[in-house]
């Protein structure tokens, strides 16, 4: 073993986070738990979280140096990576490129929910930069 200690984390029990800037916030109102990251305990390498797009809502078109994956739970979405697009639903996996432009908007009655991961230390480390 490397040192690190395992690391054990009850979803249900984490509060949902947001944007900190309001005007984001108003136009893009997903919502976010962070799993697996530096900010949690002594992993690195891997930022593992959850998100959740409410019906109606899209997560605004951005990119970030780090690549990407989504994993979709539940509900059914819509995504544009620069100029591909695709139809998301329970089982869909996505890769993102580094510095992608990229949205996904939630098409469905229910919320859409995915998994996503970034080869980073910490959350702390995504900037991320808004194009629209």
């Excluded at 029990?13 to 108003?26: F, H, M, N, Q, V």
């Excluded at 509900?75 to 620069?82: N, R, S, T, V």
């Excluded at 009655?109 to 930069?129: C, G, H, K, M, W």
Aim: hydrophobic share 35%.
């Amino acid at each position: 073993m490397n040192g690190q200690k395992p690391i054990f984390i009850n979803e249900a029990e984490l509060e949902w986070e947001g944007w900190d800037d309001p005007d984001i916030a108003a136009k893009s109102p997903i919502r976010w738990k962070l799993l697996i990251t530096g900010e949690r305990g002594p992993s690195s390498g891997l930022v593992t979280g959850i998100a959740e797009i409410p019906p109606g809502a899209s997560l605004l078109l951005h990119h970030h140096e780090p690549e990407e994956t989504y994993y979709v739970i539940s509900g059914k979405g819509h995504m544009q990576i620069d100029d591909c697009e695709a139809e998301l639903s329970p089982g869909s996996a996505v890769y993102i490129p580094p510095n992608a432009k990229h949205t996904v908007r939630c098409i469905g009655t229910e919320p859409l929910v995915f998994i996503f991961t970034f080869a980073r230390d910490s959350f702390d480390q995504i900037i991320y930069n808004f194009d629209a």
